[in-house]
Structures are given as structure tokens and as C-alpha cells.
């Protein structure tokens, strides 16, 4: 999904202009006033939750705010590397049970150094400090940063079991007054652009292809740049 949308969305220079991008996870902590980034609660397990403070580091390490740029490098270079054939040696950053396989193949103590490493390899090829994002996990802020980041998720819609239903691509939105996206008032309401109804049955391109057209409405990429803001609020 992330290499499809960075495909037709954003390494095209004709739809990249159009495009203010943001990355958010979907997720809660039954206690919030943990400083522990693997209490958090995701469908796949407590693993996700240490990736994904590791992607929101490479965020604030690379100083993007809403900007997408350096950081998003780092995050498209550890979704290639999720599972054991991505492009860095090693096990798959799936290795202690990210979505959608469930059995472990690496150990819990094993594990915050292969994403270490893993980080390392991304953070070199995007331009930033592996040891500054690295720090920035151990050191309190990527636990903060994740809270932060799943707060923006936590009034999502629920499905009938009860779960947390990801918003996987939204354009001028998410509705940021329900949300507590900053600046609300000059943000669009939440529109639905996932094509897919079901994530086992999505065709990753067709998925792209539907945002860059949201994006891309009325000829607006053909004309003078005007921001669409483009979120992506799951771990894909």
C-alpha cells in the first residue's frame, strides 16, 4: 500500500505539490500515563507499537511537520522491509507478529534491536540521524509522539466487534474538530478515499489510483499548486 501510494501519489511530481501528507497510527493505551510505548493497543500485537514510534521519530527528527520529504523515505523503506523478503537482510520487522502473520519468529528480547537495525539501514538512505531517531525512541519522546499520534485515531468509527475501523487515506481531512487536529477550522471534513472495502481484497494500485484522483479533482493538479491535505492514519 505505502509503495503504491508513494508510486502515484507522492514521487509524482505533478500530484506532490498538491499534497500536504501526514502519517498517524491507529491505536490506544488503556493508560495513558504509561512511559512503556509497547502498552499500547493495536491489532497486531505490541511490536507495532515500538515501529511505529519509530517512524513518528523519523518524523520529528527530520523536523517535516506536516511536510512530507526525508521522513517519508524512512517510513516507505520500513514498510518494504515489514516481512523477510523485503529489501534490507534481516527477518521482517512482521518477525514478533505484525499484521496479517501472526506467528513469531523472532523473541520480544530479541526484537527492539532488529528494529534498531532496520532503522538504521532506512535512516541512512533517507538522509537522517539513525542515532537521533534511536534516541528519540529510548528516550521518552517516541512513547509521546505515539500518544499523541493515536489520539488523532481514537474517535474513528468502531465495527460491529468493537474495534478501532482505520481511515486508511483521507483527503481534506480528517475531520480535525472531532479529531483535535490542530487548526480545525481550516480543515475540510472527513472524506472516506479507500477504494477497498476489504484490506485482503485491495488491489494496492487501483487504491493509489482513487487518492491521486481525489487529489487530483478538477483538473487541480494541471493547474497552479493549492495543498490538499492527505492523511494517512494506519500503520499499512
Request: proline share 5%.
Amino acid at each position: 500500500m505505502a509503495s503504491a501510494l508513494d508510486k502515484h501519489v507522492l514521487s509524482d511530481a505533478t500530484v506532490r505539490d498538491h499534497v500536504d501528507f501526514q502519517l498517524n497510527f491507529v491505536g490506544y493505551f488503556n493508560d495513558w500515563s504509561t512511559d512503556n510505548i509497547t502498552a499500547c493497543q493495536t491489532s497486531s500485537r505490541w511490536s507495532e507499537c515500538l515501529v511505529n514510534a519509530y517512524h513518528l521519530c523519523a518524523q520529528h527528527v527530520a523536523g517535516a511537520g506536516a511536510e512530507h520529504g526525508n521522513w517519508w523515505s524512512y517510513s516507505k523503506c520500513m514498510y518494504s522491509n515489514q516481512y523477510e523478503d523485503g529489501s534490507a537482510a534481516g527477518p521482517g520487522l512482521e518477525c514478533a507478529g505484525l499484521n496479517p502473520h501472526p506467528n513469531q519468529t523472532c523473541t520480544a528480547t530479541k526484537y527492539p534491536a532488529i528494529v534498531e537495525g532496520y532503522s538504521k539501514v532506512c535512516a541512512d538512505e533517507s538522509g537522517i540521524s539513525p542515532e537521533d531517531v534511536a534516541v528519540c525512541v529510548t528516550s521518552g519522546m517516541g512513547v509521546t509522539l505515539l500518544k499523541a499520534s493515536n489520539h488523532k485515531t481514537v474517535t474513528f468509527p468502531r465495527n460491529p466487534n468493537g474495534y478501532i475501523e482505520p481511515q486508511w487515506v483521507q483527503v481534506n481531512g480528517p475531520d480535525c474538530e472531532r479529531v483535535g487536529y490542530p487548526g480545525a477550522s481550516g480543515c475540510g471534513g472527513s472524506i472516506d478515499n479507500t477504494s477497498c472495502l476489504t484490506w485482503e481484497n485491495c488491489d494496492a494500485d487501483s487504491w493509489a489510483l482513487h487518492i491521486r484522483s481525489r487529489v487530483c479533482a478538477d483538473g487541480l493538479c494541471d493547474s497552479s499548486p493549492s495543498r490538499s491535505a492527505l492523511a494517512l492514519p494506519a500503520s499499512t
